[in-house]
């Protein structure tokens, strides 16, 4: 398995391109900004985009989406819990002062246990509220591997804000613990924003999950 995990934008979203080395098909996830400097490493690795999909519809991890759309023809996907954020764009950058991109179509929606075809293995959908209603974690098996694209759920050493439109504490607790802690501990978490860590570290030592910092 190919895969190329880089930061956009000015929040540095994590954008991943992963690809298949026998078919060059790819999938991409959270395409948040720069749509064209993404396209343009797809175009240099010899990849063909199949699917495009969303860990949640904050603008900066869909800013760059339908720049990506245009130039692939990928299949966009997204939880539909999510689809209200996206109509919202223009708000959420007048909020924090950026210019809106252009709106994505979504042509189909995420459920929890949504599996989406890729070749060195299928990537396999966690709904995971609590940082936005809509959001996602993905998780793939490949190469002797297993990964958790976790958007803006799980972080190294810390979670997602739950203070934003939408975001739920107790649904994020109850997602990080009744989902994401319930995976391997080798898990490789590759996070939205940061460093990768994996599910054993996080288990051990995030204060979040430690239950040495309590919010609310």
Do not use: Y
């Given at each position: 398995?190919?895969?190329?995990?880089?930061?956009?934008?000015?929040?540095?979203?994590?954008?991943?391109?992963?690809?298949?080395?026998?078919?060059?098909?790819?999938?991409?996830?959270?395409?948040?900004?720069?749509?064209?400097?993404?396209?343009?490493?797809?175009?240099?690795?010899?990849?063909?985009?199949?699917?495009?999909?969303?860990?949640?519809?904050?603008?900066?991890?869909?800013?760059?989406?339908?720049?990506?759309?245009?130039?692939?023809?990928?299949?966009?996907?997204?939880?539909?819990?999510?689809?209200w954020l996206l109509e919202n764009l223009a708000t959420q950058c007048?909020?924090?002062?950026?210019?809106?991109?252009?709106?994505?179509?979504?042509?189909?929606?995420?459920?929890?246990?949504?599996?989406?075809?890729?070749?060195?293995?299928?990537?396999?959908?966690?709904?995971?509220?609590?940082?936005?209603?809509?959001?996602?974690?993905?998780?793939?098996?490949?190469?002797?591997?297993?990964?958790?694209?976790?958007?803006?759920?799980?972080?190294?050493?810390?979670?997602?804000?739950?203070?934003?439109?939408?975001?739920?504490?107790?649904?994020?607790?109850?997602?990080?613990?009744?989902?994401?802690?319930?995976?391997?501990?080798?898990?490789?978490?590759?996070?939205?924003?940061?460093?990768?860590?994996?599910?054993?570290?996080?288990?051990?030592?995030?204060?979040?999950?430690?239950?040495?910092?309590?919010?609310?």
């Open positions: 398995m190919l895969m190329q995990t880089f930061p956009v934008g000015p929040f540095q979203c994590n954008c991943t391109i992963l690809g298949d080395p026998a078919s060059r098909t790819a999938v991409v996830i959270d395409p948040g900004d720069e749509g064209d400097a993404i396209v343009q490493r797809i175009r240099k690795a010899g990849l063909k985009v199949t699917d495009v999909l969303h860990t949640h519809a904050h603008v900066d991890h869909v800013g760059g989406t339908a720049e990506v759309k245009r130039a692939t023809g990928g299949t966009l996907w997204l939880h539909k819990g999510d689809q007048d909020m924090i002062g950026l210019p809106a991109p252009e709106t994505p179509l979504i042509d189909r929606w995420l459920e929890e246990g949504t599996r989406i075809a890729f070749a060195p293995g299928p990537i396999e959908t966690l709904h995971t509220p609590g940082h936005t209603p809509g959001s996602c974690c993905f998780l793939v098996a490949a190469g002797g591997r297993q990964l958790c694209f976790a958007g803006d759920t799980l972080f190294a050493g810390s979670i997602g804000r739950t203070d934003l439109w939408g975001g739920d504490t107790a649904q994020i607790m109850h997602s990080l613990h009744g989902k994401l802690m319930a995976l391997d501990s080798d898990t490789e978490v590759i996070t939205g924003h940061g460093a990768a860590t994996t599910i054993g570290r996080e288990r051990r030592s995030n204060p979040f999950l430690t239950g040495q910092f309590r919010l609310g």
